[in-house]
């Protein structure tokens, strides 16, 4: 089955996000959501979400398949994360996103945050589950079944 090549990436699309949130709450920062010192709690979250996404996409090395999506993939990754999230490496991303919406404290940080996670499911997760269905069949449709998309 083709996919369209996305050419805009997921980390792209953290970076495009990060940027845009640290904007807002640059510019337009609204409520003051996290003071010194609780917004420093964000940093844990970051540090999370970046171990998340690492360990994932090395464990598709590890198993010789492409992290970029829609690729050809030729294994199916089950174990670590993957055990708990059918996405840990967007799962970490939003992790991420969210550590540093935090870390800057204000609304305004948080209103790409959502825009964020729609991206990566209807640009990206979507697609890529019909993808893997093409090419592994009944024995994805079974770690759908066993394992929530996000958590």
Not at 20 to 34: A, D, R, S, T
């Amino acid at each position: 089955m083709s996919q369209p090549v996305r050419k805009v990436l997921p980390p792209i699309w953290l970076v495009l996000t990060m940027l845009v949130g640290y904007g807002f709450h640059k510019f337009m920062p609204l409520v003051q959501l996290f003071p010194a010192p609780w917004k420093y709690g964000g940093a844990v979250l970051i540090v999370l979400g970046v171990l998340m996404a690492a360990t994932a996409a090395n464990l598709f090395r590890r198993a010789h398949t492409p992290v970029i999506p829609f690729h050809p993939s030729t294994a199916l990754v089950t174990t670590g994360w993957y055990r708990f999230t059918r996405n840990p490496m967007y799962l970490g991303m939003v992790l991420v996103v969210c550590g540093v919406a935090i870390v800057q404290g204000s609304l305004g940080a948080w209103i790409p945050v959502p825009v964020f996670i729609a991206i990566l499911q209807l640009r990206f997760i979507r697609g890529e589950e019909e993808f893997l269905e093409g090419i592994f069949g009944d024995e994805y449709r079974r770690f759908k079944a066993r394992v929530r998309r996000w958590l």
